[in-house]
């Protein structure tokens, strides 16, 4: 299976909106044999728990879909994980969320 590569860089600044906290790393090496950090995979994500949907209905979660499959994903290729996590917590409420969605999409 073929996929790109997404370098990884500190140089770029971080939005105003959101951090980027390390949760965990697949291999916690790089693909280049090298050494480099030419090649190596960054899986960012953004996951919300809380009232979510799981198979159709509204259910409290604990660990949001999002992080489940960026989970699986790490699990199957190596790569650097990150969390993105909103600088104003979202609320555990689904309908609160998607109200606040709205004027941010």
Not at 47 to 56: H, I, L, T
Not at 61 to 79: F, H, Q, S
Request: with cysteine; aromatic share 6%; glycine share 6%.
């Amino acid at each position: 299976m073929w996929r790109r590569p997404v370098p990884c860089s500190s140089s770029k600044p971080t939005p105003r909106d959101a951090t980027i906290t390390p949760t965990t790393s697949a291999a916690g090496t790089p693909s280049d044999p090298s050494g480099s950090d030419a090649g190596r995979v960054l899986l960012a994500y953004f996951s919300r728990p809380g009232e979510n949907y799981d198979y159709g209905k509204r259910r409290d979660l604990k660990v949001g879909n999002t992080e489940v499959l960026a989970g699986m994903i790490a699990d199957r290729i190596t790569c650097d994980v990150h969390r993105i996590e909103a600088a104003a917590p979202y609320s555990d409420s689904y309908d609160d969320t998607v109200a606040r969605n709205v004027p941010e999409q």
